[in-house]
């Protein structure tokens, strides 16, 4: 595991043993997890499959008391994984950081409460695996907008897709104070 310039915003490396038969990693161990920020039940498993690479989702997070931790992790593929710090308190808030998730590296991102979430395709079919610590709430669902200036996100494709859903997520203005957890 090793820590990223947001604090409590983890890069989980899993090993992978190999052998003539394949390979396996463990995937989720809930004792090491804790150590680092997972320390709550797994809620809910989310499975997505990106057609197009150059699609990008998000921003997603949910408000409190339904904040969430999540674990992100690329079965296929490759994912530009991005967390956007939006603590009120956080001296790193507003920053983003991303991580390459892709099946062959066998890492997986840890978001904390806290941060907004999304992705972009690197390949076609890209898939995902998220674990999240709290289950879906619609009516606390927040959303930040992939193309605000202000997060000036480096977004490593031109954008292929992007559903209208998330393309009328709101820009950040003087008036978002990010959450309180």
Known sequence: M????????????????????????????????????????????????????????GLHFQYPPYAEVKLVSCVRGKVWDVAVDIRRDSPTFMSWHAE????????SLLIPKGFAHGF???TPDAELIYLHSAAYEPGAEGALNVRDPRLAI????????????????PMVDDGFLGIEL
């Open 154 to 169: 480096d977004w490593p494709l031109p954008f292929a897709d992007l559903s209208e859903r998330d393309a009328r997520h």
């Open 100 to 107: 390459l998730l892709t099946a062959e590296n066998a890492c």
């Open 2 to 57: 090793s820590r990223t310039p947001l604090h409590g915003l983890i890069a989980v490396q899993r090993t992978r043993i190999e052998d003539e038969r394949g390979s396996f990693s463990r995937f989720f161990c809930a004792t090491e997890l804790s150590d680092v920020g997972f320390d709550e039940p797994v809620a809910q498993i989310n499975h997505t499959v990106t057609r197009r690479s150059g699609s990008v989702r």
């Open 120 to 122: 972009q395709a690197l």
